[in-house]
């Protein structure tokens, strides 16, 4: 995965949007990275309550103070020695914030998972999820409850799903983006669900499924091993865990509050295992269901690694 040197921090105006700052400046200073501070300026619907007329002078009154709200929280970061930039832009929410990352060569995305800004749009949420479904770059997800326990030593303990898959173990490079001293401590886990026949008269004896589900469930542990050896070879500290039934993103879940992460990394794809899904909806599940930070890729397809036009270039094939 490329080095990161610009950062994303989509701002609506909001306090829960601004949680994202803290761990936004703590990669940018740890890659050497700018951070892109945007809003997007769009007129939508307004509430019954609180229609207006809204002239050009106003809508670019409105456009001035988003700009000067933008180089207050600038301010305050360059006041920290990161280097920042500014810029309000015009359009949808997320197809502005595509373009942007095309055009200025964006490498980490990182937003809050909630946030609501001037006159009760919500900026994050719904785009949130919209960037990760569209975005072939790594989007660092930060819940507002977590955001006092990032520090320069973030992240400490971070939780790596995977499920065998190329897609999965692409989560393990984008964890350099945010790690790449390899300073964590890293608890990889699979979840292993076996499938039996139906009870019934007619059923097959178990012995061959049982036997079939011992010998899926060893391969799994191998492929997770042969994994933590690599990533040890790298210098992390690894931890393997195989998870046996239940749901999946629960599994998850759970077992990142009880190893205490302090991140949890995800592909937003994956197949692997009986061709079951382990990461998309699961993925999602973790996404919205997670108290800790997620740092979320979505790999590109073949389909966009090659340009689809003359001339088109890779960021722009996968926006």
């Known amino acids: 995965m490329p080095s990161v040197r610009a950062i994303l921090i989509p701002l609506d105006g909001s306090e829960l949007a601004e949680c994202a700052l803290t761990a936004g400046a703590v990669a940018a200073r740890r890659l050497n990275a700018c951070v892109h501070l945007v809003r997007v300026h769009t007129q939508l619907p307004l509430m019954a309550a609180e229609v207006v007329a809204l002239s050009p002078y106003t809508e670019r009154e409105v456009g001035e103070e988003e700009g000067k709200y933008l180089e207050s929280v600038a301010a305050r970061l360059r006041m920290k020695g990161l280097a920042v930039s500014t810029a309000v832009v015009n359009g949808p929410i997320v197809p502005a914030l595509k373009i942007y990352i095309a055009r200025h060569g964006i490498g980490l995305v990182v937003m809050s998972s909630h946030g609501l800004g001037g006159i009760r749009r919500a900026i994050i949420g719904s785009v949130t999820d919209l960037l990760v479904r569209t975005v072939s770059i790594p989007i660092l997800i930060v819940n507002p409850a977590m955001e006092v326990r990032i520090g320069e030593d973030w992240p400490r303990h971070v939780l790596l799903p995977l499920d065998g898959s190329a897609r999965g173990a692409s989560a393990v490079d984008a964890l350099q983006v945010i790690d790449p001293e390899s300073t964590a401590h890293l608890s990889l886990a699979t979840v292993f669900q076996p499938s039996y026949p139906p009870v019934g008269p007619w059923s097959f004896q178990m012995a061959p499924f049982l036997d079939a589900a011992n010998q899926w469930q060893d391969r799994l542990r191998d492929q997770l091993e042969e994994t933590a050896g690599k990533l040890r070879t790298d210098g992390y500290k690894v931890s393997a865990h ?67 036009r003359p001339g088109e270039t890779l960021a722009e094939a996968g926006a």
């Not at 629960?250 to 794809?269: E, F, P, W």
């Not at 909806?281 to 996404?287: E, F, K, M, N």
């Open 242 to 308: 195989v998870l046996t039934g239940g749901k999946i993103a629960r599994q998850i879940l759970k077992l990142g509050a009880t190893r205490r992460c302090d991140l949890i990394v995800v592909a937003t794809h994956g197949a692997g295992g009986m061709d079951r899904v382990m990461f998309g909806s699961v993925a999602d599940q973790v996404i919205r269901h997670s108290s800790l930070p997620v740092l979320v890729i979505r790999p590109l397809t073949k389909t966009q690694l090659t340009p689809t």
